[in-house]
């Protein structure tokens, strides 16, 4: 077996999304793509050239199919995804189209073959073959099997001293008790290196509402870096000897903030796995969260390196005209994982 980067797992699903807009009982016309926050980070690190195993149970159907090839197109590893084989069906949702704000978003997911995915599943041997452990707090909220599952692979990678990010993704419609999933988010967050989330996540899961007492709040459970998305502001971040805000990037036209958040996490893993600063990667995370804002589905912004490159030239071109021409710039990134 071939050693990975990086190793992630989670639910994906067949996303149908509105090619008019309008309310989704309106909608006629759909296309089919591919969705979920753990596999759209699995194909950001891969475009960006790293080797990245994403696991997970689909169904023994179409849809099912359809997820493992168009993640195989993008040089995601498949190869400890198990199909189902009690009948339990791929995840579905459908998607809304918007002028502004944020798309109408309705899954069909609740007993899918992802919720059935247990500590019993668990791939040790391919999990340690990766150096680094990307989680989020959806596959916990799926089922108590997934739960157990999650627990199981920060468990194992701790042991085996590699590397673990976790973003908590809050999914409020899929937890039962609000309580339960603040509790939950937390048991995992306290136990990771890096730590990714937006404004509103940490002030939900801490009670606290500035960025520096969030961030404190998980340095002191022992999280190495936190990383506090800002939206328009961009993102604080600390470490134990480090803090501060990066801006974000301007952003032309909003076209779809679903798969932002993911994107953010894509840039700050990439980077650190790279070896590159603490601010060096939340401005990839800014940058790659920009992208994604700027692209209709959940990976289309997902850029490659040369892709990226251009994009933070560009960048750095048009702040440098700004400078001379003595305008105050504030960039803006939609980042807030929904």
């Not at 080797?51 to 168009?70: H, P, Q, R, Y």
């Not at 990307?134 to 739960?147: K, V, Y």
């Not at 305008?327 to 803006?332: F, I, K, M, P």
Request: aromatic residues 8%.
């Amino acid at each position: 077996m071939k050693a990975l980067d990086a190793v992630t797992f989670g639910e994906s699903m067949a996303m149908f999304y509105a090619k008019e807009v309008g309310e989704l009982h309106r909608v006629n016309t759909f296309q089919k793509a591919l969705a979920g926050a753990e596999s759209n980070v699995a194909v950001g690190l891969a475009r960006l050239g790293f080797n990245v195993g994403w696991m997970s149970k689909v169904g023994a159907d179409s849809l099912g199919t359809f997820i493992l090839e168009e993640l195989q197109k993008e040089g995601v590893d498949t190869e400890a995804v198990l199909r189902s084989n009690d009948g339990s069906k791929t995840g579905i949702l459908l998607k809304s189209k918007v002028i502004d704000g944020d798309p109408d978003i309705t899954y069909y997911r609740k007993g899918s073959a992802a919720s059935t995915l247990n500590p019993n599943d668990f791939p040790l041997d391919y999990f340690q073959k990766a150096g680094h452990l990307h989680m989020t707090g959806i596959p916990p909220a799926l089922s108590s099997e997934m739960r157990a599952f999650s627990f199981r692979a920060l468990q194992a990678m701790k042991e085996a001293g590699k590397t673990i990010s976790f973003d908590p993704n809050l999914r409020l419609q899929l937890w039962e008790e609000e309580e339960d999933m603040i509790h939950t988010v937390n048991q995992l967050a306290s136990q990771v290196d890096w730590f990714f989330p937006g404004l509103a996540e940490g002030q939900k899961l801490t009670g606290l509402q500035e960025p520096e007492a969030i961030a404190d709040a998980y340095l002191q459970k022992g999280v190495k870096f936190v990383v506090i998305k800002l939206g328009a502001a961009g993102a604080f971040f600390k470490s134990a000897a480090h803090q501060g805000i990066v801006e974000g990037f301007e952003v032309d036209h909003v076209v779809d903030t679903v798969g932002a958040g993911d994107g953010f996490a894509v840039g700050i893993m990439s980077a650190l796995l790279d070896g590159l600063s603490y601010e060096e990667s939340v401005t990839r995370g800014n940058a790659i969260g920009a992208l994604a804002v700027m692209s209709p589905g959940d990976m289309d912004g997902l850029p490659t390196r040369e892709e990226l490159q251009a994009f933070l030239q560009q960048a750095k071109r048009h702040n440098r005209r700004e400078h001379v021409k003595g305008d105050d710039v504030h960039g803006e990134s939609s980042q807030f994982n929904r």
